[in-house]
């Protein structure tokens, strides 16, 4: 079965060159629902010649995420009085990808393994130019400061003026790279899927992060490998995985980490 399904995805990809970035990715995605989250997995681990497709994929899916982040967030700068992101998130998309309001209520499960009670300090790597993860936070929880990391100016630009514009006053994104960022008082650090090197970032928040950190890796999982990276397997030592949420359709899943008992970064006062 795995041979026929891999003949199917072999021959999707050869006509990569006449679609469009979001039927690209949407294509593949369609597969691996098909075939089941599982398969995939198998898959990808049999054949791992596949990987060679993805900076091809890599390019288009940020390509597509590009395509909506542009027409949505015009949409909330038009906004005349401040509101959440919450009741203002698109239902639908018309390219096809998943919906700010689907991106937004995809944090559900986040909220139940991860406690904000006692965090003073939440930072998320990656947060793009529409960060929902940070919306959501703001939103749900008192965190006092909610810190956002990018790699592009225009991102860091863009999250800080809807920030602005929709309220958020206790958010701000800064250009950083999660790679030389200080994580000490972050309580709670949340990496999304499309940082790269990911395990170099995990790495660099076991470094400097308290011990009492909870982190949360966003995972892609089956044929979402193709474009995404995935931390877990190559784990710092120094961490372990203490719960993971359900595979969403998207082929994504959010990984719940801490530190192992004895081993920590930066003590909690440093």
Same mark, same amino acid.
């Given at each position: 079965?795995?041979?026929?399904?891999?003949?199917? #995805?072999?021959?999707?990809?050869a006509?990569?060159g006449?679609?469009?970035? %979001?039927?690209l990715?949407?294509?593949?995605?369609?597969v691996?629902?098909?075939?089941?989250?599982?398969?995939?997995?198998?898959?990808?681990?049999?054949?791992p010649?596949?990987?060679s =497709?993805r900076?091809?994929?890599? $390019?288009?899916?940020?390509?597509m995420?590009?395509a909506?982040?542009?027409?949505?967030?015009?949409?909330?700068?038009?906004?005349?009085?401040?509101?959440?992101?919450?009741?203002?998130?698109?239902?639908?998309?018309?390219?096809?990808?998943?919906? &700010?309001?689907?991106?937004?209520?995809?944090?559900?499960?986040?909220?139940e =393994?991860?406690?904000?009670?006692? /965090?003073?300090?939440?930072?998320?790597?990656? /947060?793009?130019?529409?960060p929902? %993860?940070?919306?959501r936070? =703001?939103?749900? %929880?008192r965190?006092?400061?909610?810190?956002g990391l990018?790699?592009?100016?225009?991102?860091v630009e863009?999250?800080n003026?809807?920030?602005?514009?929709?309220?958020? %006053?206790?958010?701000?994104?800064?250009?950083?790279?999660g790679r030389?960022?200080?994580?000490?008082?972050?309580q709670?650090?949340?990496?999304?899927?499309?940082?790269?090197p990911?395990?170099?970032?995990?790495s $660099?928040v076991a470094d400097t992060?308290?011990?009492?950190l909870q #982190?949360v890796?966003?995972e892609p999982?089956?044929?979402?490998?193709?474009?995404?990276e995935?931390?877990?397997?190559?784990?710092?030592?120094?961490?372990?995985?203490?719960?993971?949420?359900?595979?969403? $359709?998207?082929?994504?899943?959010?990984?719940?980490?801490?530190?192992?008992?004895g081993?920590?970064?930066r003590? &909690?006062?440093?």
């Amino acid at each position: 079965m795995l041979k026929s399904w891999k003949g199917e #995805l072999e021959s999707f990809l050869a006509s990569a060159g006449e679609r469009t970035p %979001t039927e690209l990715i949407n294509g593949i995605r369609d597969v691996g629902v098909a075939m089941g989250h599982e398969a995939g997995e198998a898959l990808l681990d049999s054949h791992p010649e596949l990987f060679s =497709h993805r900076p091809m994929l890599t $390019r288009a899916f940020i390509e597509m995420v590009h395509a909506q982040d542009v027409a949505e967030i015009r949409q909330m700068l038009d906004l005349q009085e401040p509101t959440s992101f919450g009741q203002i998130a698109a239902e639908k998309t018309s390219i096809g990808v998943m919906s &700010s309001k689907d991106a937004y209520k995809r944090l559900d499960e986040v909220f139940e =393994h991860v406690d904000f009670s006692r /965090c003073a300090r939440a930072v998320m790597v990656g /947060c793009g130019g529409r960060p929902f %993860t940070m919306f959501r936070i =703001h939103d749900e %929880t008192r965190v006092p400061e909610i810190v956002g990391l990018d790699v592009v100016p225009q991102a860091v630009e863009t999250a800080n003026i809807l920030a602005a514009k929709l309220g958020y %006053t206790r958010m701000r994104a800064e250009f950083r790279n999660g790679r030389d960022h200080d994580y000490r008082g972050a309580q709670v650090v949340y990496v999304a899927s499309m940082v790269s090197p990911k395990a170099a970032v995990v790495s $660099r928040v076991a470094d400097t992060a308290p011990p009492n950190l909870q #982190l949360v890796l966003w995972e892609p999982y089956s044929l979402a490998r193709l474009w995404s990276e995935r931390a877990e397997e190559t784990l710092d030592r120094r961490l372990e995985v203490v719960g993971r949420t359900r595979v969403s $359709r998207n082929m994504t899943r959010d990984v719940f980490v801490r530190f192992r008992p004895g081993a920590s970064g930066r003590s &909690s006062a440093s």
